[in-house]
T-cell receptor, first 111, second 115 residues
Framework: EDQVTQSPEALRLQEGESSSLNCSYT??????LFWYRQDPGKGPEFLFT???AGEEKEKERLKATLTKKESFLHITAPKPEDSATYLC????????????FGQGTRLTINP | DTGVSQNPRHKITKRGQNVTFRCDPI?????LYWYRQTLGQGPEFLTY????????KSRLLSDRFSAERPKGSFSTLEIQRTEQGDSAMYLC?????????????FGNGTRLTVT
């Protein structure tokens, strides 16, 4: 069964303090790994898709990387507006459409 | 692109009642998905449509749940004889379907509370 585990569950940082969020996965036949951001009371907002080990994607202060067993979301010099829950999801299996999500990391950036 | 629209935003119902939610996907997106999210958890897949055809349904989904997408545009999710355990955020998402791993675009959900 496909599984996704995110750590830590919650993370508090000071503004400007860089860190990384982890997403470990166990799947058969990874077809894509997705990162989403979710603000309270809203639906997830798409950030990145990664397809193969070694791939990296960047957007503003965020950079996502992928290995064969895990993905990292690096946040550099975060600002309070980066506070949100960050969700990792995998799509696996030939022809499969569903995403399997981790439980998320709740990130708080203090000014 | 006006985004995925879900109605109502909130629904409070008594146990045993039936409820129906509506989702309007991004226009020209032919794939539509329903997910359920409880507090502190990631979204859990419920079902998926390609145009009007329901192609995949979670094995964990109770028979009390049914979804339709009659003309390949909007979709409805109905829950019959609601139970307190059905309380959750119900999320709808759509994707263009041009590639099998197109990113999903989510709506802001319908929050269901069963009393």
């Amino acid at each position: 069964e496909d599984q996704v585990t995110q750590s830590p569950e919650a993370l508090r940082l000071q503004e400007g303090e860089s860190s990384s969020l982890n997403c470990s996965y166990t799947v058969s036949g990874l077809r894509g790994l997705f990162w989403y951001r979710q603000d309270p009371g809203k639906g997830p907002e798409f950030l990145f898709t990664l397809y193969s080990a070694g791939e990296e994607k960047e957007k503003e202060r965020l950079k996502a990387t992928l290995t064969k067993k895990e993905s990292f979301l690096h946040i550099t010099a975060p600002k309070p507006e980066d506070s949100a829950t960050y969700l990792c999801a995998v799509q696996a299996g030939r022809g499969a459409q569903k995403l399997v999500f981790g439980q998320g990391t709740r990130l708080t950036i203090n000014p | 692109d006006t985004g995925v629209s879900q109605n109502p935003r909130h629904k409070i119902t008594k146990r045993g009642q039936n409820v129906t939610f509506r989702c309007d996907p991004i226009s020209e997106h032919n794939r539509l998905y329903w997910y359920r999210q409880t507090l502190g958890q990631g979204p859990e897949f419920l079902t998926y449509f390609q145009n009007e055809a329901q192609l995949e349904k979670s094995r964990l989904l109770s028979d009390r749940f049914s979804a339709e997408r009659p003309k390949g545009s909007f979709s409805t999710l109905e829950i019959q004889r609601t139970e307190q355990g059905d309380s959750a955020m119900y999320l709808c998402a759509s994707s263009p379907g041009q590639t099998d791993n197109s990113p999903l675009h989510f709506g802001n959900g319908t929050r269901l509370t069963v009393t």
